[in-house]
């Protein structure tokens, strides 16, 4: 089976074609990060017409890249949730139309589910079969989450963020330091230069209280990033000058990073306990810092350890595509097809894989 997919759950508007099992064909990707800059964060509204915009020829490319006739193409995959709805809604609008149009199979995708098997989409990785079970650990600008995948059809969740995902963390603690917008490529970059240790910052242990509305998550295994980004807050109001001087803003940086960093390595390793297999993927696994900690416990503690290929780290198509042409999603044609809406606030199914 070929599969175009079509991602658009927030600011990237990407489409891929793959052909079942893993080969990847073509994948796209128009970023939208100069739009945003100036405002420090994704606009939704600027988001959504961009994605109007660009969608169109963002699909003919990936069409043509991959060297197949649009009657090549078996089925249609597109992300239905989480994320941002304007943004949703056209990347589904154009995935329906583009299914009525070929007479071919929709299959909406979990956003969540694209990031945690894209470990497993490059050449020369275990299959998703023989991998499981696996630890996989999705962190990005907009989720922070560890789930159990016992096998193809069963995610469950073990923990996640309650308020801000690493990603925002990055971005605001970016934000407060003056560096700009994306923050984590700035604030990896600077850190590479600074002591780690130079500034003591708090690292959240969240007790069985703090999850009383999330009776399904484990404490242990769950983050919370809010307090980090008020202590930060409240050291740059008494030390301004870490935002001017270039050494001391380099140690601020690398003391974040590292109080980020510490949170997401921590509960890796309370995750894999009696787990061989950790997969990684999202936007932020792209820090050096957090990958090189990880390989390093991954070398000591005997793992195996599959990080996503970096040019499948952040929001793409080829990951959506990917667990469509695995068959981890339902398929829905003709009527039924033009019925599905998208779900922003859509979390990882606990206890199956599929949408």
């Known amino acids: 089976m070929i599969v175009l997919g079509i991602e658009t759950s927030c600011d990237e508007t990407s489409a891929a074609v793959?052909?079942?099992?893993?080969?990847?064909?073509?994948?796209?990707v128009f970023t939208q990060q100069e739009m945003h800059g100036?405002?420090?964060?994704?606009?939704?509204?600027?988001?959504?017409?961009?994605?109007?915009?660009?969608?169109?020829?963002?699909?003919?490319?990936?069409?043509?890249?991959?060297?197949?006739?649009?009657?090549?193409?078996?089925?249609?995959a597109v992300t239905y949730g989480p994320g941002l709805a304007s943004s949703l809604l056209i990347g589904m609008s154009g995935a329906k139309g583009l299914a009525m149009r070929l007479g071919i199979p929709?299959?909406?995708?979990?956003?969540?589910?694209?990031?945690?098997?894209?470990?497993?989409?490059?050449?020369?990785?275990?299959?998703?079969?023989?991998a499981c079970p696996f630890i996989a650990h999705v962190v990005s600008g907009g989720h922070t989450s560890l789930v159990e995948v016992k096998d193809p059809q069963t995610v469950r969740l073990l923990g996640q963020t309650i308020d801000d995902?690493?990603?925002?963390?990055?971005?605001?603690?970016?934000?407060?330091?003056?560096?700009?917008?994306?923050g984590g490529?700035?604030?990896?970059?600077?850190?590479?230069?600074?002591?780690?240790?130079?500034?003591?910052?708090?690292?959240?242990?969240?007790?069985?209280?703090?999850?009383?509305?999330?009776?399904?998550?484990?404490?242990?295994?769950?983050?919370?990033y809010s307090g980090l980004k008020t202590s930060l807050m409240y050291y740059v109001k008494k030390h301004p000058e870490s935002r001017d001087d270039d050494v001391q803003r380099q140690d601020v940086v690398a003391s974040y990073q590292e109080a980020i960093v510490d949170?997401?390595?921590?509960?890796?390793?309370?995750?894999?306990?009696?787990?061989?297999?950790?997969?990684?993927?999202?936007?932020v696994s792209l820090n050096s810092?957090?990958?090189?900690?990880?390989?390093?416990?991954?070398?000591?503690?005997?793992?195996?350890?599959?990080?996503?290929?970096?040019?499948?780290?952040?929001?793409?198509?080829?990951?959506?595509a990917f667990v469509a042409a695995q068959g981890l999603a339902g398929v829905t044609k003709g009527v039924d097809a033009m019925k599905i809406d998208v779900m922003p606030s859509l979390s990882i199914v606990i206890g199956s894989a599929r949408c």
């Open 18 to 28: 793959v052909r079942a099992p893993g080969e990847v064909l073509s994948n796209v």
């Open 38 to 76: 100036p405002f420090g964060g994704v606009v939704p509204e600027i988001a959504s017409r961009s994605h109007l915009e660009k969608l169109p020829d963002v699909v003919e490319q990936a069409r043509e890249e991959s060297g197949l006739s649009w009657g090549e193409i078996d089925a249609i």
């Open 106 to 130: 929709l299959i909406p995708v979990n956003h969540l589910h694209g990031h945690i098997f894209s470990a497993l989409l490059s050449p020369g990785c275990p299959s998703i079969q023989e």
């Open 165 to 182: 995902a690493a990603g925002e963390a990055f971005d605001k603690g970016a934000s407060l330091l003056g560096l700009g917008y994306p």
């Open 185 to 224: 490529p700035l604030m990896d970059r600077l850190a590479k230069e600074g002591n780690a240790s130079a500034v003591k910052f708090p690292r959240t242990q969240l007790s069985a209280d703090s999850l009383k509305h999330y009776p399904h998550l484990d404490p242990e295994l769950s983050f919370s």
């Open 263 to 283: 949170a997401l390595v921590s509960r890796c390793v309370r995750a894999m306990d009696g787990q061989t297999t950790l997969a990684m993927g999202g936007g």
């Open 289 to 320: 810092r957090l990958r090189a900690r990880l390989q390093g416990e991954a070398a000591a503690r005997g793992w195996q350890l599959l990080l996503t290929e970096p040019r499948f780290c952040a929001d793409n198509a080829a990951m959506i």
